[in-house]
């Protein structure tokens, strides 16, 4: 039951990022070019395609949240002296997918406010801000008019191989 309260808490963290990376792609809410690269004739979605995956995923992410307790299966087999099986193997399976989910949801919203924010020319940043720009930066580089939106892996691994970086950056280390 722990492990679907702890599930049931990303729900909403998952629903603002998507809000989030939404608006951001939409030019109507940030005054930027439309999918966040500049019109080049050719008609690319930009990031409005990554945004539509970012979405899926946290639709998926948000259907993973849902408690596993409510199915306890009966075991009166056992004359009783175990009337109910344990689910929490299932809920450690089910909050471990979500936080994979949680990775992947958050690689694309860094992604797409790096190019937000440079395509604003957001400065000066702020110290923290402007360290995980470079970070995200040096696995996702800028898409220019022409360029397709750069694939997420690079940087999710890019982010694991500077786990404790990022950790100490945001005073995740304690």
Not at 18 to 33: C, I, M, N, P, Y
Not at 36 to 64: M, W, Y
Not at 112 to 122: E, I, L, N
Request: proline share 4%; net charge neutral; with cysteine.
């Amino acid at each position: 039951m722990a492990l679907d309260i702890a599930r049931l808490a990303f729900a909403p963290v998952v629903t603002a990022s998507a809000e989030r990376v939404a608006k951001q792609v939409d030019s109507f809410w940030s005054g930027l070019t439309v999918g966040l690269i500049e019109e080049d004739g050719v008609g690319l979605p930009g990031f409005n395609g990554l945004a539509q995956v970012h979405k899926a995923i946290t639709s998926e992410a948000r259907l993973a949240t849902a408690p596993v307790v409510q199915e306890l299966a009966s075991s009166s087999h056992s004359n009783g002296n175990l009337d109910r099986a344990g689910m929490a193997t299932f809920a450690a399976r089910k909050t471990m997918e979500v936080a994979g989910l949680c990775k992947s949801i958050a690689g694309v919203e860094l992604m797409v406010a790096a190019q937000a924010t440079q395509s604003r020319k957001a400065a000066p940043l702020g110290a923290i801000t402007g360290k995980l720009f470079a970070l995200v930066r040096e696995a996702a580089p800028f898409a220019a008019a022409g360029d397709r939106v750069p694939h997420l892996d690079p940087l999710l691994r890019h982010v694991e191989a500077r786990r404790k970086e990022i950790d100490a950056l945001v005073g995740a280390d304690g």
